[in-house]
């Protein structure tokens, strides 16, 4: 089975409540850092994969179909919100408890990890 793992970032009144980096001692941020790469370097080791980051919302672009089949390009996310996804990767294991060993390993700051199973399209 394949699951996509997304991981969160917040804005907003709950990012007041979380240490941004800049805010962590230095021995917090080696701490995150090594969090971090330990969990990628699992990733690459064990699921032969890798984490994809994105760039902050405010610089996405969403693309949207109108029923009368015009396109227009928004100047935004496709979702906003106190959460925003920062990234994700995928893995495949036996089970969503097993997908949600891994998105447990790989949180490495405040927010919030989600999990999907990847589904085959059937045309």
Do not use: C
């Not at 790469?37 to 693309?63: C, H, I, S, W, Y």
């Not at 949207?64 to 015009?70: C, I, N």
């Not at 396109?71 to 969503?96: H, K, P, Q, T, W």
């Amino acid at each position: 089975m394949k699951f996509m793992i997304s991981f969160t970032h917040t804005t907003g009144e709950w990012a007041d409540r979380v240490p941004r980096w800049a805010e962590l001692s230095d021995e917090e941020k080696q701490g995150v850092a090594g969090h971090l790469k330990e969990a990628m370097d699992a990733l690459e080791t064990e699921q032969g994969t890798t984490m994809v980051f994105f760039d902050a919302p405010e610089n996405a672009r969403t693309v949207r179909m109108h029923k009368d089949g015009s396109l227009d390009v928004e100047e935004n996310a496709l979702m906003n919100g106190a959460e925003f996804v920062g990234g994700y990767f995928i893995i495949e294991v036996d089970s969503m408890d097993e997908a949600l060993d891994w998105a447990k390993r790989t949180r490495w700051l405040v927010g919030s990890n989600e999990v999907r199973e990847i589904k085959e399209l059937q045309l």
